[in-house]
């Protein structure tokens, strides 16, 4: 049986005006790598904020472990707190950077020896512990950060964005870190970013927030392949959004028709005849060719722009000069691509078209 280790629960925050957070609430079970997306300005970090005690819900209340944290300070919350800007003392040593946590709870010499060491073990910073911190690359000072919060056993983790100041490559890299040691330590991740492919990567759920509200929360798989509404479908990944009119409904599927192009979709409940909806095609569901087969949208189209980006190509395709689709296919075999002014066949399955009606999904 799951057990919850954090609820929010119709929280707002207010700053004079403003209504940065509006009417949220949620539950985070045990264990889990729960993420807060959404781009800058949304509410997501004020949330991270206030379940760390840094900021006070207007109205609402949040809950760690069953008890409600809403008015108790910071200190004596079972949470630490990550930051992009990891604030390491410069002047100390690993060791002494990861321990001082420890040493201000006045644990003994002997446990803050064997706490630390297991930390570094655990990020994979053994023989690091009297390194300066100047001596080390960005990626093992975010270590050294994930250590020295990991060590005191907080409940909760929170991180604010904490790996947008690294490389690319670099950032790659430590998401993988980081959700391995989370696996491993078992502790509740909740995790700021703006950076869908971040919150993809790591979480089990993730909860995409927009203007002070979430919009969606569900499984990284579910929010990409089934958006709700049509900022989360525009802001999760890439996508074809279509904006028409339910023009027919039968027993299987319906059709939806924009500027004379018939789409047909998978029939769902409450998708009736007369009804606005959009339309969402991720760029790699759909196939082209010259001559397509077995799918139930096909049309006719020619690649405007083709551009090439290593393991995949990028095709613009304008349908009737009224349409232009992204699509993204596979550099397996290059004798198959496409130039600029080829006439090919646009398509995709009748389950690749997610229809979003205004009141969200369905």
Not at 5 to 19: A, L, P, Q
Not at 43 to 58: H, Q, V
Request: overall charge negative; some cysteine; aromatic content about 6%.
């Amino acid at each position: 049986m799951s057990q919850i280790d954090i609820e929010v629960r119709e929280v707002t925050k207010r700053f004079g005006d403003v209504v940065a957070v509006d009417n949220v609430s949620f539950n985070i079970e045990k264990g889990e790598f729960f993420a807060l997306l959404g781009p800058s300005g949304c509410g997501k970090t004020t949330i991270l904020r206030m379940i760390s005690g840094f900021e006070t819900p207007t109205e609402g209340d949040i809950y760690i472990g069953g008890e409600v944290m809403t008015r108790v300070p910071a200190f004596r919350r079972p949470t630490n707190l990550v930051f992009q800007q990891l604030s390491l003392f410069p002047h100390m040593s690993v060791f002494k950077n990861i321990s001082f946590g420890l040493e201000m709870k006045r644990t003994s010499k002997e446990n803050i020896k064997k706490a630390v060491y297991e930390a570094l073990e655990l990020v994979e910073l053994e023989g690091f512990a009297e390194r300066r911190i100047h001596q080390l690359s960005g990626g093992q000072q975010q270590r050294v950060a994930i250590a020295r919060a990991l060590v005191n056993h907080p409940t909760v983790l929170l991180l604010d964005e904490p790996l947008g100041a690294l490389d690319l490559k670099l950032r790659n890299q430590m998401q993988l870190e980081l959700k391995r040691i989370q696996r491993e330590v078992g502790t509740t991740f909740i995790y700021v970013t703006h950076d869908q492919g971040e919150a993809l990567t790591m979480s089990n759920r993730i909860a995409v927030m927009n203007n002070g509200i979430i919009e969606q929360i569900g499984e990284s798989d579910n929010i990409y392949e089934n958006p709700q509404t049509v900022f989360v479908a525009n802001f999760i990944g890439e996508t074809n959004l279509i904006e028409g009119r339910v023009s027919s409904v039968d027993e299987i599927k319906a059709v939806i028709t924009s500027k004379d192009l018939a789409i047909s979709v998978s029939l769902q409940e409450g998708l009736n005849t007369g009804h606005n909806a959009f339309i969402s095609v991720r760029p790699e569901k759909i196939r082209i060719g010259e001559q397509l087969t077995g799918l139930e949208n096909i049309y006719s189209g020619v690649v405007e722009e083709a551009i090439y980006h290593g393991e995949l190509t990028i095709y613009t395709i304008s349908i009737e000069n009224r349409h232009r689709f992204s699509v993204k296919v596979q550099n397996v075999d290059m004798k198959g691509s496409y130039p600029q002014g080829t006439q090919l066949q646009v398509g995709w399955r009748i389950e690749n078209g997610i229809v979003i009606t205004e009141n969200g999904n369905g």
